[in-house]
């Protein structure tokens, strides 16, 4: 395992630590005040932080291949931490956020000629928005195979009818499609009773609820995270992506590029953490001394960096796999960060918020609302629990007769 940075990788680390100095964080205060008075649109600065972005060659890195970049996991672990340090903003203006990411991959891969067409294609130029629609409030979601929303074949159509909710990004007007997974046959063996169809926005029979907080945060400038409501929708059969019964394998291949995307992000949340932790502490003095002099803030410093350097190798790690031995091989792996990465970095986060007072949970810095994020990715991708579960499994299965 080499983890060096090559050429390329080094070129677009260069041109994106510079994206960032001259375009991400000076816009970070006038960004988050037009998010809040923007609604559920983004904030109206975002297209040009995005043209700047598309200029400089920094779009798509998420994506091997010709459609995107054409990186390796490997190569694009850096590029992601980079954008992890300021995640509402540099990861949509360089068209690599969460859930678009998740579902280009799944329409390249699965995707029809058609579907890659109508929607992969202007998801590609960022011309619009989607949304993935799985997690269900009336079942525990953890388990996959638990999903109720019927998916039900008419003639030459499907009728869709359930309700799901935390489906992020679908309170921006820029959505304009679903990718819903349900149940087409509840008979079946229990991984193969799902589909997954594709539901345009416009659809009669699709309601857009509410916006769901987390932790009391609307996260607006991301669109959200919605309650939708689905009562006899109805679309032609050659929406259903792949093969019926094959959603659940689906949604793993999805998953999988994910929940990595995710940790990498989180590396630079945590790195951003450190950073203010340490300017705080050497700006601010309590019982005679300077906080940093403070044995107790030293070792909260110092325990964050042990654990960033540890993730970020278990993260390198698991890129390499993807890369050299497929998603499945690397199974354990993706389980392991998925498990590490946000208990972590919720750690440093918590540590640099007590660092700097009732500022810390304050608007006034960004480590609330990157706590948030961070806590919340306890539960996106899978809980800890069923990570846990299927890890332990594996392990013990090694040792089976």
């Known amino acids: ?28 205060h006038a960004f988050h ?13 975002l297209e040009d932080l995005k043209a700047e972005a598309r ?8 994506l091997p291949g010709e459609r995107g970049a054409g990186l390796t996991n490997l190569q694009y672990a850096p590029l992601a931490e980079i954008m992890g340090r300021s995640p509402a903003i540099a990861p949509p203006a360089t068209n690599c956020a969460a859930p678009d990411t998740g579902n280009m991959e799944l329409l390249a891969e699965f995707g029809s000629e058609w579907q890659r067409k109508e929607y992969l294609e202007p998801l590609l130029a960022g011309e619009i928005r989607s949304a993935f629609a799985m997690t269900e409030p009336d079942v525990a979601s953890s ?15 499907y009728v869709v009818n359930g309700r799901k909710w935390f489906i992020t990004g679908a309170m921006n007007p820029g959505c304009r499609v679903f990718i819903v997974m349900g149940k087409t046959d509840p008979e079946a063996p229990k991984h193969r009773q799902q589909s997954m169809v594709l539901v345009p926005r416009e659809t009669p029979g699709l309601t857009v609820r509410r916006g769901m907080t987390v932790f009391g945060y609307d996260d607006a400038d991301h669109g959200g995270h919605a309650e939708v409501v689905f009562e006899d929708v109805r679309v032609p059969v050659d929406n259903l992506i792949g093969e019926e019964g094959g959603g659940f394998a689906i949604a793993q291949a ?22 203010l932790m340490c300017r705080r502490v050497l700006t601010r003095e309590a019982f005679g001394r300077p906080l940093a002099q403070q044995g107790v803030i030293q070792d909260w410093i110092a325990e964050s960096r042990v654990r960033i350097e540890q993730l970020r190798l278990l993260v390198l790690k698991t890129a390499w796999l993807m890369d050299t031995a497929g998603n499945k091989g690397a199974h354990t792996e993706i ?11 919720e750690w440093i986060l918590d540590k640099a918020i007590q660092a700097h007072g009732a500022g810390g949970i304050s608007q006034d810095f960004p480590l609330a609302a990157l ?15 069923v990570h846990k579960r299927s890890l332990a499994y594996r392990e013990l299965k090694k040792h089976m007769g």
Request: proline share 6%.
């Open 143 to 157: 388990d996959a195979t638990n999903i109720a929303t019927s998916i039900r074949r008419d003639g030459g159509e």
């Open 55 to 62: 200029s400089r060659g920094l779009w798509n890195l998420f």
């Open 335 to 345: 389980q392991a960060i998925k498990i590490a990465g946000p208990a972590t970095v």
């Open 254 to 275: 999805r998953l999988g590029p994910g929940r990595i995307h995710h940790c990498m992000r989180l590396i630079g949340m945590a790195e951003r953490a450190v950073e």
């Open 371 to 385: 706590w948030a994020g961070a806590r919340s990715l306890r539960f996106a991708d899978g809980p800890d629990e």
């Open 1 to 28: 395992m080499d983890f060096g940075f090559d050429a390329t990788t080094n070129r677009y680390r260069e041109r994106l630590l510079e994206f960032m100095d001259e375009c991400v964080y000076p816009a970070e």
């Open 33 to 45: 005040e037009q998010a809040a008075g923007s609604g559920w649109s983004p904030p109206p600065m």
